[in-house]
Each structure stands twice: as C-alpha cells, then as structure tokens.
C-alpha cells in the first residue's frame, strides 16, 4: 500500500510539475468579480457568500467552511468568533435571542444593557419615549413618535408629505429650513400647528430670493382675480399648481403669522417686499377705490429703479370689487392720496410707465408692456415667508 502511495504522489508531482500547476496555485489567485476564484478550486460556500480567506492547513479549511456555511445560513450563533461576518436585521427581536459575541441570551425589556441593544430602560421602554420597545435610541426617522420631541415620524426623506426632519411645518420656509433640498412644488404644511385646521396644499417657491415662500395667491393676467386680501375669495384652494389660485383668507392669515415678509412679483424682477403684517392692509378701509394707504416697502423694484424702506400709497381694493384699479397696486403720479411725493422711483415728476398704468396691478385695463406684471402671459404672485 505504501509504495503504492508513493507511487501515486510522485506521479501527481510529476504530472503537476509539467503542466505548470504549481505555479497557479488557485488559493492565492485575486477573487473576480464575483468572488470566486479564477482556479478551478474554490472554497465551498453555500448561498454564494464571501469566499473564505486562503487557508494554512487542511484543517484550518475545514474550520473555515465550517464558518462559512454558519454565516450564510445567519441561524446558528454559538461556536463563532467574534470577528465573523454575518448580518442582523434590525430592528431587533423583542424576544430572548442568543448573541453572537458571547453565547450569552439577553432580553430587550429586563433594563440591563445587553448585546446589541442600543439602551434598556425595563418597564419604562416605550415607543414615544427615549428607549423604544426595541431597544433602540428614540430617533427622526425610526418610525416611532417620541412624545416632546418630535411632532411626526413617517420615516422617509420626502419633505413635501407635512412631515419633514419629524416636525409638522406650518410654513414652505420651514420646509426649507428642515430640507435645504427641498425644491419648487406643492408641499403640504399645517398652518396653525396642533389646531383644529387641517394639512394643506401650498405652492411652495424655494428659489427666488433665498426662497422658502408660501404662495398666498397667484393671479394670471388673462383671468385676473382682482379682489382684496382681506376678502376671502378662494380660488382652487385644494389646487395651488392651478394658474388662477388664492388661497382662504383664513389659512393665509395663520400663515402670515408664522412669516415676516410678504412678497409680490411676477416671476421677474419688479416686486415689492413688506412685512408680513400688512396682508390685510386696507381692511377697515372706507369702501371703494379710496381705500388706499401708504405702506412701508423694504423693497420696490420696478424697471430696475430699486427702491428701499420707502413709504408708497397702496390701493387695497380691486376690480373683482367695482371700478377700481387693481387690488394692491400702485399709481406713480396718485401718490397725494397718502401725501406722498408723486413718481417715487424716479423722481423729478418723471414716470416710468404710461399714465393709466398701474404698477403691479392685476387689470387688464392698465397696460405697461414694460412691467413684469402686465407682459403677456404674466402671472402675479403673493407670497409669505
Ligand atoms: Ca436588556
Ligand atoms: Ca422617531
Ligand atoms: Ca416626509
Ligand atoms: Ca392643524
């Protein structure tokens, strides 16, 4: 037998030493891509894990499957070393598992930290405090609300649903402040909070001017919508994508007093920037087109005259409402009605636009082809932020 077996050996050598066999030794080829090795020897596995490590002996290759198969049926949890590869699922079971470091069983609930629980409070788990049920660190995004710390959980990165970063914006600059990704669109905001008013729809414009604006009202030229603020006219309240929208007065209001700026424009350059405050200017006004007042205007561009922290005489009360020139609007020459200089932007008793043209107005009567707001196909917007 044992010349047979040497025979045999020597023979294998010999055959191995002519067809180069020793110098490809499959161990210690670089994995391909798919992890296995180019030789036609490879480690066994089962289920197509990681391919072992060379190994030093027969023996040791055997441990090494041995681990292996352990690892890609992820059950059996004795026997391994602590540095094996292998996956959990998290979150983890609430029920007694054994952990793989040390053998040892350990229980989610007992109030001893253990294994791969991240904390334990006992009987004082709970899914709204600080330690979940899980066993987890309370955290944005687990899906669980923790009580006095966050307002919501719905566990995804999508700003727009009434639930960005765990809190329940009430304006689109929340958003914003919560998501600096956020972009331009319908969002869904709750303006007063706790409160009784629901999640609403709100056109949310995260570019201009730093953005974070909240679209009260945006009114095409070609159908203007023309009433005061303070009215409340909604137009498609449950649709702020649709050319001719305004929101209800009451919403507008609850947003206002989350902002400080109240923006006008139409989409260009000319707009004028007030304080939030002022959305309903104009509302114990006489009524009428006398009701007009003066407004303190951080910025009031128009035609590129930049204007800041001037005063200009403000009509409130719109064509949707009798003969008047459009709501919120601005006549360059009738300034005197709040005695005001006449012409503020350039100054010199020199108008920018036609005499029956009103800045910023909404009505189709008053014709500057020059201002943002009466181009063909100009759209104008109130904001908030
Ligand atoms: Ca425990
Ligand atoms: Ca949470
Ligand atoms: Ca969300
Ligand atoms: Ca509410």
């Known amino acids: 037998m044992r010349a047979q077996r040497s025979e045999l050996v020597a023979g294998v050598v010999v055959a191995?030493?002519?067809?180069?066999?020793?110098?490809?030794?499959?161990?210690?080829?670089?994995?391909?891509?798919?992890?296995?090795?180019?030789?036609?020897?490879?480690?066994?596995?089962?289920?197509?894990?990681?391919?072992?490590?060379?190994?030093?002996?027969?023996t040791s290759a055997e441990s090494t499957t041995t681990t292996t198969e352990t690892t890609a049926t992820g059950t059996t949890t004795t026997g391994l070393t602590a540095d094996t590869e292998f996956s959990t699922s998290w979150p983890l079971s609430t029920s007694t598992t054994e952990w793989f470091s040390t053998g040892d069983p350990w229980t989610c609930g007992n109030g001893v930290l253990e294994g791969p629980e991240q904390c334990d409070e006992g009987a004082d788990?709970?899914?709204?405090?600080?330690?979940t049920t899980l066993c987890t660190t309370?955290?944005?995004?687990?899906?669980?609300?923790?009580?006095?710390?966050?307002m919501c959980d719905d566990g995804n990165f999508d700003p727009s649903d009434g639930c960005v970063a765990c809190?329940?914006?009430?304006?689109?600059?929340?958003?914003?402040?919560n998501d600096p990704q956020a972009s331009d669109g319908q969002h869904y905001v709750d303006p007063d909070g706790p409160e009784p008013m629901p999640l609403i729809p709100v056109y949310c414009d995260m570019k201009t001017a730093g953005g974070g604006w909240s679209l009260l009202e945006r009114s095409p030229r070609s159908d203007p919508i023309g009433r005061a603020l303070f009215k409340d006219a909604p137009e498609n309240p449950g649709d702020p994508l649709a050319p001719r929208y305004r929101m209800p007065r009451m919403a507008m209001g609850v947003l206002a007093i989350h902002s400080t700026a109240m923006r006008l424009d139409c989409g260009g350059g000319d707009h004028l920037v007030t304080a939030?405050?002022?959305?309903?200017?104009?509302?114990?006004?006489?009524p009428g087109c006398a009701n007009a007042g003066p407004v303190l205007y951080q910025e009031a561009e128009f035609k590129q005259y930049k204007l800041t922290n001037v005063q200009l005489?403000?009509?409130?009360?719109?064509?949707?409402?009798?003969q008047c020139p459009g709501a919120w609007s601005i006549d360059e020459e009738n300034q005197y009605?709040?005695?005001?200089?006449?012409?503020p932007w350039a100054g010199n008793n020199e108008a920018i636009s036609p005499p029956s043209a009103d800045a910023f107005a909404v009505d189709p009567q008053s014709v500057d082809?020059?201002?943002?707001?009466?181009?063909?196909?100009?759209?104008?917007?109130?904001?908030?932020?």
């Open 167 to 177: 809190l329940v914006p009430h304006t689109c600059k929340e958003i914003l402040d």
């Open 16 to 58: 191995a030493l002519l067809t180069g066999c020793l110098d490809s030794n499959p161990w210690f080829e670089e994995p391909t891509a798919s992890g296995a090795a180019s030789g036609t020897t490879q480690v066994p596995t089962t289920g197509g894990t990681t391919a072992a490590p060379p190994p030093t002996s027969s």
């Open 138 to 150: 309370a955290e944005c995004s687990d899906g669980f609300v923790h009580a006095g710390v966050e």
């Open 276 to 286: 939030a405050q002022s959305l309903f200017a104009g509302e114990f006004g006489p």
């Open 125 to 131: 788990n709970s899914d709204k405090g600080a330690c």
């Open 313 to 322: 005489c403000t009509v409130f009360v719109g064509l949707g409402d009798g």
């Open 337 to 343: 009605d709040c005695l005001l200089t006449a012409y």
């Open 369 to 385: 082809p020059d201002h943002d707001c009466h181009k063909p196909g100009a759209m104008r917007r109130i904001l908030v932020r």
